[in-house]
């Protein structure tokens, strides 16, 4: 499984765009990128999928660039609901998707001033 | 709408003593639950994965002898932490795939495990 380095934290006020960086040198032809976040008290929550280009959802959106080894999700106009450690998840469907296994790394905590 | 419930939201316990907490799926049919512990230092630990009518699979350093688990449908899903001792601290998570949904894996609150 590839690993996955995103920096450690990052903060920004309320109203603006935020985006978090994957770096995921290693990532096989196989595997997807998951971004999931984790408020304090609670579980994951899944964010956004993506394997290649640009995905986008009423939540966010996933750059993935040409050669798949990093991907940036961005969290348009934040709120201080926004602020959560997001995780960044490289899996294939085998292990991730169909059987369930997801490998968390350190995630990025999000800050946000308001 | 997808939801994962899990009960309780915290205890405490005996070192030594076990507890078991459950997880529901809701909304939805699980082909799968992951039980997760998130330490308290906030690292995640893949325990065991339930898949339909497969054995359950657990990862290393984790075993049925110490966290049985039971996930007799598509919805339920229970796990005991037996003789549980300082280092078993932590929040269990459990995740949920939906069979019919998109490729994803929901998450319940998880329970907080106190070990005095």
């Known amino acids: 499984l590839a690993k996955t380095t995103q920096p450690p934290s990052m903060e920004a006020y309320e109203g603006q765009e935020v985006n978090v960086s994957c770096s995921h040198t290693n990532i096989a032809t196989s595997e997807y990128i998951y971004w999931y976040r984790q408020v304090p008290h609670q579980g994951p929550q899944f964010i956004i999928q993506g394997y290649k280009d640009y995905v986008v959802n009423e939540v966010a959106s996933l750059f993935i660039s040409a050669d798949r080894k990093l991907s940036t999700l961005s969290l348009p106009w934040v709120s201080l609901r926004d602020a959560a450690v997001y995780y960044c998840i490289v899996t294939d469907m085998n292990t991730g998707g169909l059987s369930g296994k997801l490998t968390f790394g350190e995630g990025t905590q999000v800050t946000v001033i308001s | 709408g997808a939801l994962v419930y899990q009960y309780p939201r915290r205890t405490i316990c005996k070192s030594g003593t076990s507890m078991r907490m459950e997880c529901q799926a809701v909304g939805f049919q699980a082909t799968s639950v992951a039980w997760y512990r998130q330490s308290p230092q906030k690292t995640f630990e893949l325990i065991a994965l339930?898949?339909?009518?497969?054995?359950?699979?657990?990862e290393q350093n984790f075993t049925q002898e110490k966290f049985p688990i039971s996930h007799p449908n598509l919805s339920f899903s229970s796990m005991t932490v037996l003789n549980a001792y300082l280092e078993d601290r932590g929040l269990y998570l459990c995740?949920?795939?939906?069979?019919?949904?998109?490729?994803?894996?929901?998450f319940g609150p998880g329970t907080r495990l106190l070990v005095l």
């Open positions: 995740g949920a795939r939906d069979m019919g949904g998109p490729d994803t894996q929901y």
């Open positions: 339930s898949t339909v009518n497969s054995a359950i699979k657990y």
